[in-house]
């Protein structure tokens, strides 16, 4: 099955491109969907290339990725999100959406599709959520589809910040230790 394209009730979704650059710069340098996270805000068009360069490289490499989502109705740009591969051997799931997008079901739709396109491609790798304890909104998306904590604990990055680990299963305690 070819994943770069999907639909799903509401949203439209396609393996990220460059032709997505200009909207999801746009989407990754408002302030209003890092209020979690600050540091994370885009403040230069080439470090959502960067990003972007990696995302394709996932989608080539891997065979699945990351999606741009848009509104089926009108072509609206939603967010972005789906699941990469990491080296710890798990899928991480990943979400992001427009602030006039947030709160109406778009991001439990995104994340229902890349669990089970995940799940559909390969079975055998854990889904797994990363997010910070205070990020209320998105704990509770990973909560909905089905995820568990599986760890909780200081976060490498965002000094004082406490990172939260949740999976779709069960995981081996060395498995853990890698995700952390």
Not at 53 to 59: G, I, M, R, V
Not at 72 to 78: A, H, I, P, T
Not at 158 to 166: D, E, K, T
Request: no cysteine.
């Amino acid at each position: 099955m070819n994943y770069q394209h999907l639909t799903t009730e509401r949203l439209d979704l396609t393996a990220v491109s460059f032709a997505d650059l200009a909207e999801l710069h746009t989407l990754h340098a408002d302030p209003r969907v890092w209020t979690h996270l600050p540091s994370g805000v885009h403040t230069t068009e080439q470090r959502t290339r960067a990003d972007l360069e990696a995302y394709t490289a996932d989608w080539e490499r891997d065979g699945l990725g990351y999606w741009t989502a848009r509104r089926r109705d009108d072509g609206d740009l939603v967010g972005i999100g789906g699941v990469r591969l990491r080296p710890t051997g798990t899928w991480n799931l990943y979400y992001r959406l427009a602030p006039d997008h947030q709160g109406q079901g778009y991001a439990a739709e995104l994340v229902r599709a890349a669990i089970e396109a995940a799940t559909a491609y390969d079975a055998e790798t854990p889904v797994v959520a990363y997010l910070l304890d205070h990020n209320e909104a998105s704990r509770r998306t990973a909560e909905r589809a089905g995820l568990e904590q599986v760890w909780r604990g200081p976060d490498r990055d965002v000094p004082g910040g406490v990172r939260l680990v949740y999976a779709d299963r069960s995981l081996p305690p060395e498995t853990v230790e890698r995700l952390h």
